[in-house]
Nanobody
Framework: QVRLVESGGGLVQPGGSLRLSCAASGSIFSIAAMGWYRQAPGKQRELAATITRGGSTNYADSVKGRFTISRDNAKNTVYLQMNNLKPEDTAVYYC????????WGQGTQVTVSS
């Protein structure tokens, strides 16, 4: 069973940046496509970005051009660089495999507000 631990969230002003990290235990990480998800208050969890083992990426239209997903297979870690943050990016951010079938971690809160 993969254990996922997200970190790096916080309070940031509109236009600011944050870098999220997700440390994964278990060897499955090295062969899995991974994703960053987010859940805003009162809304369903949505997939924001994915990355294959080989590094191919895909993004939701709402974050394209502002967010960058990356991974370090040697460290079993996936990252999400978030630039030009907007208030609508406020959410709890989670990582999981690209199908969302592993157990969910606790997430990390991102709040974008002036």
């Amino acid at each position: 069973q993969v254990r996922l631990v997200e970190s790096g969230g916080g309070l940031v002003q509109p236009g600011g940046s944050l870098r999220l990290s997700c440390a994964a235990s278990g060897s499955i990480f090295s062969i899995a496509a991974m994703g960053w998800y987010r859940q805003a208050p009162g809304k369903q969890r949505e997939l924001a970005a994915t990355i294959t083992r080989g590094g191919s990426t895909n993004y939701a239209d709402s974050v394209k051009g502002r967010f960058t997903i990356s991974r370090d297979n040697a460290k079993n870690t996936v990252y999400l660089q978030m630039n030009n943050l907007k208030p609508e990016d406020t959410a709890v951010y989670y990582c999981n495999n690209a199908l969302g079938t592993s157990s969910w971690g606790q997430g990390t809160q991102v709040t974008v507000s002036s």
